[in-house]
C-alpha cells in the first residue's frame, strides 16, 4: 500500500521560534497533498491542501503566514509553524492521494506532536 | 459546523461483542469512507462506500449507507482488544477534492 512519512514525529521548541514539518509520498507520487491538525480528543480538522508546483489553498480561518505551505516535488511537502505560540501546540497530521485514485481514499503519515513552551 | 457527526463518542464493550457506531452527514456526497486512529498515531482507511451502494463487507468489518436519512453504520463484530481506537466517518464532497472528517468514536475494547 502507498506509505507517506512524516517527520518530526515530535517537537518541542521555544515560543518565538518556527518549526518545520516535512511529508513524503515514499513509493508513490502525490499531486495533492493535505495538512490536518488534531487537537487531543477531537477530530480532524483540515488546515490547507497542498498542490505539487502551486500556492497551497488554506482553509477559512487558517492564517496563512503563520502556517507555511511548501509543495516543491510530487513527493515532498512541507509545513512550517513561523513564529510559534504555546496555542500552537497541536498534533498535526499529512495526508496524501496517489494520482490514480478518484475515490478520495487518502494516506495518512503518523501525525508530528508539536510542543510550544 | 462538522459535516460528520458521530456516535457514540465512546464506547466500551468486552472482546468478542460486536461494536457498532454511527455517522450522520450533511450534505450529499460522493462516498463516505471510514479510518481508524490508534492513540497518538496517523489514521488508517478501513473502507469506502460509494453513494449508490448500501452495504459493503470487509473481514469483520460492514458497513451501510443510507443516503435518504445521510447517515452510515460501521459494525465491527467479534471485536478483540486490538480494535481498540478512534474511528472517524468522512465524507467526500462536491469537486471530489476533500475529505471532511467526523467527531470519531472512541471505542474500547476490554478483555
Known amino acids: 500500500g502507498a506509505v507517506v512519512s512524516q517527520h518530526p514525529s515530535w517537537v518541542i521548541c521555544k515560543s518565538g521560534t518556527s518549526v518545520k514539518i516535512e511529508c513524503r509520498s515514499l513509493d508513490f507520487q502525490a499531486t495533492t497533498m493535505f495538512w490536518y491538525r488534531q487537537f487531543p480528543k477531537q477530530s480532524l480538522m483540515l488546515m490547507a491542501t497542498?498542490?505539487?508546483?502551486?500556492?497551497?489553498?488554506?482553509e477559512q480561518g487558517v492564517e496563512k503566514d503563520k502556517f507555511l505551505i511548501n509543495h516543491a516535488s510530487l513527493t515532498l511537502s512541507t509545513l512550517t509553524v513561523t513564529s510559534a505560540h504555546p496555542e500552537d501546540s497541536s498534533f498535526y497530521i499529512c495526508?496524501?492521494?496517489?494520482?490514480?485514485?478518484?475515490?478520495?481514499?487518502?494516506?495518512f503519515g503518523e501525525g508530528s506532536r508539536l510542543t510550544v513552551l | 459546523s462538522q459535516q460528520g457527526e458521530e456516535d457514540p463518542q465512546a464506547l466500551s464493550i468486552q472482546e468478542g461483542e460486536n461494536a457498532t457506531m454511527n455517522c450522520s452527514y450533511k450534505?450529499?456526497?460522493?462516498?463516505l469512507q471510514w479510518y481508524r486512529q490508534n492513540s497518538g498515531r496517523g489514521l488508517v482507511h478501513l473502507i469506502l462506500?460509494?453513494?449508490?451502494?448500501r452495504e459493503k463487507h470487509s473481514g469483520r468489518l460492514r458497513v451501510t449507507l443510507d443516503t435518504s436519512k445521510k447517515s452510515s453504520s460501521l459494525l465491527i463484530t467479534a471485536s478483540r482488544a486490538a480494535d481498540t481506537a478512534s474511528y472517524f466517518c468522512?465524507?467526500?464532497?462536491?469537486?471530489?477534492?476533500?475529505?471532511?472528517f467526523g467527531t470519531g468514536t472512541q471505542l474500547k475494547v476490554e478483555l
Open positions: 497542498s498542490n505539487e508546483g502551486s500556492k497551497a489553498t488554506y
Open positions: 468522512a465524507t467526500l464532497t462536491g469537486g471530489g477534492n476533500k475529505l471532511t
Open positions: 450534505t450529499s456526497i460522493n462516498n
Open positions: 462506500i460509494r453513494s449508490n451502494e
Open positions: 495526508s496524501a492521494r496517489t494520482l490514480a485514485s478518484n475515490t478520495g481514499e487518502l494516506f
